[in-house]
């Protein structure tokens, strides 16, 4: 589950602000187009350097780096489903493309590997219960 958190804030980030509780995250970014920032060496860069304080974060990414230890402990309980599909599709593109990126991110955002752990477990139920009704 862990990348499934952060796809989902760079693509859409997160509370709307100043400490408050609210029950979802918001929604405003989920018509970002996730491929363009796939595709885009410059966009792709920029967004994995800010959430790795290497380089200046938008407004966005700043909200998402402060968000991403809430969606890590809540399951991303708060996400959409928009920003879930967004980080399925952004966690396949790290790990089969960016592999050391992908390490770097882990190693900031999940060094006790716990998280990593629930999404490979959920990935894997979610292939058995595919494989189960055909």
């Known amino acids: 589950m862990f990348m499934l958190f ?3 804030f760079i693509i ?6 100043c400490g ?18 796939m595709d885009n060496e410059r966009l792709l860069v920029a967004y994995i350097g800010c ?13 998402l780096k402060r968000n991403i ?4 402990q809540s399951d991303c309980n708060k996400c959409s489903d928009k920003q879930r599909e967004n980080a399925d599709a952004w966690i396949e593109f790290m ?3 960016r ?3 992908w ?10 590997g716990s998280y990593r752990t629930k999404y490979l477990e959920s990935k894997h139920n979610a292939t058995s219960n595919v494989d189960e009704s055909k």
Do not use: H, M, W
């Not at 790795?52 to 966005?60: A, S």
């Not at 390490?103 to 006790?112: A, C, G, H, I, S």
């Open 51 to 63: 959430l790795l304080d290497k380089n200046p974060c938008t407004p966005e990414g700043k909200e």
């Open 6 to 8: 952060i796809i989902s």
């Open 20 to 37: 408050t509780e609210t029950s979802t995250y918001t929604t405003q970014y989920d018509e970002v187009d996730i491929k363009e920032i």
């Open 99 to 101: 592999p050391e990126d």
């Open 95 to 97: 790990i089969d493309n």
């Open 103 to 112: 390490t770097k991110l882990e190693e900031r955002y999940d060094p006790d």
């Open 12 to 17: 859409v980030p997160v509370l709307k602000c």
């Open 69 to 72: 230890p809430d969606a890590l």
